[in-house]
């Protein structure tokens, strides 16, 4: 008979089992930690409590001159002179972005205290620019972005309201087609582009529609007014400013047009009004690229393609020293006159239906038409102002008539005025001329309205009782 074992006698237990994954996940992550602390760049440290050295990286080392090994277990101060490391860890109050100094080198760095359980136990410091004048450059380029940015806003609002290209340019009169055809060859170009022709023309509509048949439509078009800015404020406007360069300057500075264009063009309208003494820089610019802010003594590059445009003859102006040759040369690589209006006859009718269009757009299910007598009207009249002033007499015109047919006499008086030619047969005084001006509009806008005289009042631009007064001091007759 078996006998019941004691119940002293233990059970026999097994052995734990080894965790040898767990392990080696540990090793795994420390080996990881090593090597992410060695790939911050700058240089990184920590201490500990005390301000012994716990972990020194690579970079920082090199940059020191000596290896990481040999600062572990140092207290800070011996490796760097000037630390701030204990005093943090003492402290726990962090320093961010402090100038250091050592080894003869102003940094910018941070230290950070390390808590656990509310007490410090650790401190990280790190290198955030290993020269101060880093900061100024990082400034002047988030200077830089900003200001592109909201140039950038800028011209894609421009652009999605007005997007002009060569398809925007009306005509098909010979000059104009022989013109679109010399435009989009030099489109295709980086060569200057110099633009001229009278007020009006559309020098403008030509370089956006330039811009955007070049490489570089996708960078910014940047357009500058010469004869709108002050010549006190001419350079800074080219190239910008460096900080403190004068007073009231933007902390960080300002880029320049040249600096904007970088990548795409710059548009120099009215380029006879730039003052003399600045364009000796502006041909410097051209030739090399290379520039400096007013104030700055660092030499900046921009790739941008020129266009210059104005209403000027820059010939005659070099032979009376008042645009500089060399600078003229520069500009007018390829030339681009542009014909005025009365040299392109066979457009005006179709450009005033083009911009009548344009204008219906505005007040939604409007519709206008021009009558063949309102037609000849505008064919015949000379137009010195060219497409801005057709723009301008066809606004004027939608917005006083009711309806949507535009007659002769809704036009303004002063495009079918004949040309005062009594003044070939013979000299008057000044008064006599005014004199005979005004009789005859005011018999010319009667013979306009079928001698309605509230109508042709308002033709006039005058009050019936002083059309009344007039007719009876001209001796017009009132019925």
């Not at 005033?352 to 000849?376: D, F, V």
Request: hydrophobic share 40%; glycine share 6%; with cysteine.
């Amino acid at each position: 008979m078996n006998e019941p074992e004691p119940e002293s006698r233990a059970k026999p237990q097994q052995a734990p089992t080894k965790p040898e994954g767990q392990l080696q996940r540990v090793i795994h992550r420390l080996k990881l930690a090593d090597l992410i602390f060695d790939h911050i760049e700058n240089g990184a440290l920590v201490t500990d409590a005390d301000g012994y050295i716990l972990y020194f990286n690579r970079p920082y080392a090199s940059f020191l001159g000596i290896k990481a090994e040999q600062a572990i277990g140092k207290h800070v101060t011996e490796v760097l002179e000037n630390s701030r490391m204990h005093i943090v860890a003492r402290t726990g109050k962090a320093e961010v972005n402090e100038i250091f100094k050592t080894r003869g080198r102003d940094m910018v760095v941070q230290r950070i205290p390390i808590f656990d359980g509310g007490k410090v136990v650790a401190a990280y410091g790190q290198i955030m620019f290993k020269q101060v004048s880093d900061v100024g450059r990082l400034a002047n380029s988030l200077n830089l972005l900003k200001s592109k940015l909201k140039l950038y806003e800028k011209e894609l609002t421009s652009l999605r309201s007005t997007r002009y290209n060569f398809d925007s340019i009306h005509g098909t009169s010979p000059p104009i087609i022989a013109l679109k055809e010399s435009a989009r060859k030099a489109a295709l170009t980086d060569l200057p582009i110099l633009l001229t022709g009278e007020s009006g023309t559309g020098k403008e509509l030509f370089a956006q529609a330039i811009h955007q048949a070049s490489s570089r439509h996708k960078n910014p078009s940047i357009h500058i007014n010469c004869a709108a800015i002050p010549k006190e404020l001419f350079e800074a406007e080219l190239f910008g400013y460096a900080e403190g360069a004068f007073t009231g300057a933007k902390s960080g500075g300002k880029p320049g047009k040249f600096e904007l264009a970088d990548g795409g063009t710059l548009f120099l309208d009215e380029i006879g009004e730039m003052p003399l003494d600045l364009q000796p820089k502006l041909l410097r610019v051209l030739e090399d690229k290379l520039f400096e802010r007013v104030g700055g003594n660092r030499l900046l590059k921009s790739d941008f393609r020129i266009i210059a445009a104005t209403n000027r003859n820059l010939e005659l102006m070099v032979k009376q020293k008042e645009f500089r040759e060399d600078l003229f040369y520069r500009l007018n690589v390829v030339p681009l006159p542009i014909p005025p209006l009365r040299e392109r006859r066979g457009d005006i009718i179709p450009l005033a239906w083009h911009l009548l269009n344009k204008i219906a757009e505005s007040y939604p299910g409007s519709r206008y038409e021009l009558m063949p007598a309102a037609e000849k009207i505008l064919d015949n009249y000379h137009w010195p102002g060219n497409i801005r002033e057709l723009l301008n007499v066809l606004e004027r015109t939608a917005f006083t008539i009711e309806g949507n047919r535009i007659e002769a006499c809704d036009l303004p008086f002063y495009l079918s005025r004949p040309a005062v030619a009594v003044l070939q047969r013979r000299q008057w005084d000044l008064c006599a001329v005014v004199a005979e001006a005004e009789r005859e509009a005011l018999r010319k806008a009667l013979e306009l309205t079928d001698n309605n005289k509230a109508r042709a009042a308002k033709l006039l631009g005058i009050h019936r009782t002083v059309l009344y007064k007039k007719m009876t001091k001209y001796q017009i007759p009132l019925n």
